[in-house]
């Protein structure tokens, strides 16, 4: 049909890497609909969406066509790619550098240690408790914003956001994990840059929109 939407999404609403593709679309004013894969419910282990992405994690992008494209971090530079206003990379090569070793910090270094399949192996393998799990979330959470924080409150090309006055990919990871933190009700102590950067992000409306809290499938509370 022709107004159905380019873009199918496979998410679920407390994931941060889904909250980075739906920031992203929502900054290039594209349009995706959503399948939710129930995490909980391990639907992303089921024989149909395994053919989508055999590691069973989401996001998944698909438009007609085209393989499934996986991976936040891809996904946001394929559309930065295909849609290139507003651009979430800045124009040198150093900066590209900058942005993506910050993104990567938080979205490869950060974000994997705290999903569903490493809780799984964890509680069902390794004989956590919550109390253990939720002591490795701090854990990691902790390791990986403080390393952002002092490069962020060091060097000399951060400034409104994570690289210059223009919001970016990094900000839209750094914003991805203190999002999911939230959910968690988890906080970590001496980040000012962060706080600051991620309270200015807070005030796009595409940042709103993305919240986990108002995507389909959110507890009402």
């Not at 022709?2 to 496979?10: G, I, K, N, S, T």
């Not at 849609?83 to 270094?109: I, K, Q, S």
């Not at 200015?200 to 993305?210: I, N, S, T, V």
Request: aromatic letters at 8%; hydrophobic letters at 45%.
């Amino acid at each position: 049909m022709a107004d159905q939407p380019p873009f199918e999404l496979f998410a679920f609403w407390r994931t941060s890497a889904a909250y980075r593709v739906r920031v992203a679309l929502n900054l290039k004013g594209l349009v995706a609909h959503e399948r939710i894969i129930d995490l909980d419910a391990g639907e992303q282990r089921g024989t149909e969406f395994l053919k989508i992405n055999p590691m069973g994690a989401i996001p998944a992008l698909v438009t007609p066509g085209h393989p499934p494209l996986t991976q936040s971090l891809a996904i946001l530079e394929f559309l930065d790619e295909t849609t290139p206003t507003p651009p979430l990379l800045p124009n040198e090569p150093y900066g590209r550098a900058r942005v993506r070793a910050l993104a990567a910090m938080l979205a490869g270094d950060t974000h994997p240690l705290i999903t569903p399949r490493v809780k799984r192996y964890l509680t069902t393998s390794a004989g956590f408790d919550d109390a253990a799990w939720r002591a490795w979330q701090v854990q990691w959470f902790s390791t990986g914003l403080l390393a952002v924080e002092q490069r962020l409150a060091s060097e000399a090309d951060t400034g409104a956001y994570c690289h210059g006055d223009t919001v970016g990919l990094a900000d839209i990871c750094l914003a991805s994990i203190l999002a999911v933190m939230r959910v968690f009700k988890i906080t970590v102590a001496g980040t000012p840059t962060i706080d600051r950067i991620v309270a200015l992000c807070g005030q796009h409306e595409a940042f709103a929109k993305a919240e986990p809290s108002r995507q389909e499938g959110a507890p009402k509370s």
